[in-house]
């Protein structure tokens, strides 16, 4: 994968959409990618307050709310790589990523058994998605083919699923579902030869 790939919107849904094509396993993954991400945000959290903001405006003071420990600036650019990619999307989904920081953070802040918390709900999270690949999907997810998408993309990619719903850019996830369809065919004629052969 090249690096204008990993800017390129489309390929990456294709990417995504060919192993997120089972209705099941589309939605498992929107209940647990969230959940993850949440997760990781309160792992970040537990760095507290990376830069000094006191010299802020007071209009970006709600930023303290947020440290801004490791969990901010991750979500800071995730929505920047996020904006690249399709920016009115980014713009959408931007509250909603530093809401979950927000309360990422506050849950670290106040609850002491917040990691212990956070990584059961974690690890549950990666076993449904693991569940959703084998059983629904019956195909691997990329994770150590495209880590980008799926450490950075997955939560976008989420998101666009509830956008496509609401019919955003129809004819996007039109031209996506065309190539989705297509990778899915080739691999599913591919596991055939597989099995027969065996």
Not at 56 to 68: D, E, Q, T, V, Y
Not at 176 to 195: C, G, L, W, Y
């Amino acid at each position: 994968m090249t690096l204008s790939d990993v800017f390129n919107l489309k390929k990456q849904l294709v990417l995504y959409g060919s192993h997120h094509n089972n209705k099941t396993n589309i939605v498992i993954h929107m209940i647990f990618v969230p959940v993850i991400f949440w997760t990781a945000l309160v792992f970040g959290a537990k760095t507290g307050p990376l830069v000094n903001i006191a010299g802020l405006p007071s209009s970006l003071k709600w930023i303290k709310a947020m440290g801004p420990n490791l969990g901010f600036f991750t979500v800071t650019f995730y929505s920047v790589y996020y904006a690249a990619l399709d920016p009115v999307a980014a713009a959408l989904y931007a509250p909603i990523l530093y809401g979950m920081c927000y309360t990422a953070t506050q849950f670290q802040r106040f609850n002491p058994n917040a990691n212990k918390i956070a990584l059961g709900l974690h690890i549950t999270s990666w076993i449904f998605q693991f569940i959703g690949h084998g059983a629904a999907e019956k195909r691997s997810p990329k994770l150590m083919d495209n880590l980008v998408q799926a450490l950075v993309s997955a939560p976008y990619f989420v998101f666009f699923e509830v956008l496509f719903a609401l019919g955003y850019r129809s004819k996007l996830r039109n031209e996506m579902m065309i190539e989705v369809e297509k990778d899915v065919a080739a691999f599913r004629a591919q596991q055939q030869k597989k099995n027969f052969k065996a």
